[in-house]
C-alpha cells in the first residue's frame, strides 16, 4: 500500500501512454507505413510521440519539484535537530555550571571545617598548653613579634587531635626573660603557625603582656 501511494503517479503515466498507444494503434494503418517515405515516417513518429514526450517531461518536472520539496523538508528536520541539539548542550552546560559551583561551595565548606580553632590555655609558672578544636592542625611552629622585650621560645611540632587538650610535652614555656624596668608592661604577639590536611602554613596570633608584680616582685606572663 505505501509503494503504491509512493509511486501512484508513475502507475498513472505508464496507464495513460499504454491508452494513447492503443488509440493511436486502432486509428493508424500500420500497413500504409511501409510505404511512406523517410521523412514521412519521421513526422509521423514525431507527431505520435511528442504527446508522451511532453506528458513525461511534465512528470519528470513534478517528480522533480517533489524530491526537491522532500530534500527541503529533510534539511528543515536537520536544522530543527541541530536547534534541539544547541539547546540540549545549553541545559548540559548550566547543570555543569551549577553542579561546578555547588562543588566549590563544598570545597570551600570542607576548608573552613578543616580549619581548627586554635586557643592558648594559661597552665602557670609562664607556661601555656595550645588547644585544638573543630579541626586538626599539623606542623605548629611558634614566634614572637617584639622590639621591647628580648624572650627565647621552645619550638615545638605537633599533631593537635580535635576537642583534646596536649600532653606536656606540647606545652610551651617563655623563658629567659629578663630587661623588666620598674613597673613597667610589655605587649608582644605570638603567633601560631600550622598546616592542615588541605591548606598549608596558616597561621593565627595571640596577644601577651609581660610585667613585673610590684608585691611580690615576680615576672608574669599574661594572655591578654
Not at 19 to 40: C, G, H, P, R
Not at 130 to 158: F, K, P, R, W, Y
Amino acid at each position: 500500500m505505501k509503494w503504491l501511494k509512493e509511486h501512484l503517479g508513475l502507475l498513472i503515466i505508464l496507464i495513460v501512454t499504454l491508452i494513447y498507444l492503443f488509440i493511436v494503434m486502432i486509428i493508424t494503418d500500420l500497413s500504409e507505413y511501409a510505404t511512406l517515405k523517410l521523412n514521412e515516417k519521421g513526422d509521423l513518429l514525431a507527431g505520435v510521440f511528442s504527446p508522451l514526450a511532453f506528458l513525461w517531461l511534465v512528470y519528470g518536472y513534478l517528480q522533480q519539484g517533489q524530491e526537491l520539496k522532500q530534500n527541503t523538508l529533510a534539511l528543515n528536520l536537520q536544522a530543527q535537530e541541530l536547534q534541539n541539539s544547541v539547546e540540549q548542550q545549553k541545559v548540559l552546560a548550566k547543570a555543569a555550571l551549577e553542579q561546578l559551583s555547588i562543588l566549590k561551595i563544598e570545597f570551600n565548606n570542607n576548608i573552613v571545617k578543616s580549619r581548627p580553632l586554635l586557643q592558648i590555655k594559661d597552665c602557670g609558672h609562664q607556661q601555656f598548653a595550645i588547644i585544638s578544636s573543630e579541626g586538626i592542625a599539623n606542623n605548629i611552629s611558634l614566634s614572637i613579634d617584639t622590639t621591647m622585650v628580648s624572650l627565647e621560645i621552645n619550638h615545638i611540632q605537633c599533631v593537635l587531635p580535635q576537642q583534646k587538650e596536649l600532653d606536656i610535652n606540647n606545652i610551651f614555656t617563655f623563658t629567659s626573660l629578663k630587661n623588666i624596668i620598674g613597673n613597667k608592661t610589655y605587649h608582644f604577639k605570638l603567633t601560631l603557625v600550622y598546616d592542615t590536611a588541605i591548606e598549608k602554613e596558616l597561621s593565627c596570633s595571640f596577644v601577651f603582656k609581660y610585667y613585673k608584680d610590684q608585691y611580690d616582685n615576680k615576672k608574669y606572663v599574661e594572655l591578654v
